[in-house]
């Protein structure tokens, strides 16, 4: 079996689906193998999969970034509800807002006070234009009343790597990707987009609480080329969802930030409709193009 992923090694995605590799080859009895084609916020790999036989040998870690593509664009070479058999989630999370180390910025209202004194003069980095992250930042922008320059990279290890070498000014990242900086010290957390405080940064703010109402979190989730039979995806899922289930996989993801979340195939569907829904209003009320 092989789960694509249209991210770079060490992105988020990557992370996760290697965590549950081992797992889910041992239930499946057979390996698995972890693959990538990078570029375009993951759509290079989405389009593949989505022509790959039905035969549940195939698989596509999606992302959040998948349902704000579906909501905003209109050339996806194809259709998210239509060419895909939902399997499972395998995580959610909360984005978090970053800024290097030793930053001026030891908050996120100092940032944006500094940003509405200064319109146009910093810049916020995200993994690629359209994605969760992006209209995270772009978010932010709106409801703060802040002008930020946006700039993508084509992966998260890259918009780190740029942050950390002080050629941008913030950043809005996954904690399982910018984790490492985090622990060493070089990068720091201002705020957490979900609506409360989360467990893996209990010290930090939510944006919340500076920029009411602000909330925007994200999933990662399996999915097969439609037309895999239902049976065959019920038994993904089910193996898919224990082994989140199991105490050394949780404790995993739980350390990069990220909570372990199994969906059955009807679930994981109605979380990709809402999602959909959701970001259309979101990218309307921002002016996302």
């Known amino acids: 079996m092989q789960i694509w992923h249209g991210f770079p090694v060490g992105s988020s995605v990557d992370i996760i689906a290697r965590i549950i590799q081992p797992g889910l080859s041992e239930r499946l009895g057979q390996p698995v193998i972890i693959d990538m084609k990078p570029g375009a916020s993951g759509r290079i790999a989405t389009a593949f999969v989505a022509k790959q036989p039905p035969d549940g040998y195939t698989l596509i870690m999606l992302t959040g970034a998948d349902g704000v593509m579906a909501a905003t664009m209109t050339d996806l070479p194809?259709?998210?509800?239509?060419?895909?058999?939902?399997?499972s989630t395998t995580a959610a999370y909360p984005f978090v807002i970053l800024v290097l180390s030793d930053s001026p910025y030891q908050t996120l209202g100092q940032l944006i006070e500094d940003a509405r004194k200064r319109p146009g003069k910093l810049s916020y980095g995200h993994s690629g234009?359209?994605?969760?992250?992006?209209?995270?930042?772009?978010?932010?922008?709106?409801e703060a009343?802040?002008?930020l320059v946006h700039v993508p990279y084509k992966g998260g290890p890259q918009v780190l790597q740029e942050l950390a070498a002080?050629?941008?000014?913030?950043?809005?990242?996954?904690p399982s990707s910018a984790m490492p900086l985090i622990k060493a010290g070089r990068l720091r957390v201002l705020a957490v987009t979900s609506l409360k405080r989360d467990p893996s940064f209990p010290d930090v703010p939510a944006v919340d609480e500076t920029v009411p109402g602000y909330e925007v979190t994200s999933w990662l989730g399996l999915a097969a080329p439609a037309g895999t039979s239902q049976t065959t995806v019920d038994r993904?899922?089910?193996?898919?969802?224990?082994?989140?289930?199991?105490e050394d996989v949780a404790a995993r993801m739980r350390a990069i930030g990220v909570e372990p979340v199994g969906m059955t195939s009807g679930e994981f569907r109605a979380r990709v409709e809402a999602d959909i829904h959701k970001w259309r209003r979101l990218a309307a009320k921002v002016n996302l193009q």
Not at 78 to 87: Q, T
Not at 239 to 246: D, I, S
């Open 78 to 87: 194809y259709d998210l509800l239509r060419d895909f058999a939902f399997v």
């Open 129 to 142: 234009a359209g994605s969760a992250l992006h209209l995270a930042g772009e978010l932010l922008k709106a």
């Open 145 to 147: 009343g802040i002008d």
């Open 166 to 174: 002080g050629r941008l000014d913030m950043a809005v990242g996954v």
């Open 236 to 246: 993904l899922s089910t193996e898919v969802r224990a082994v989140l289930a199991r």
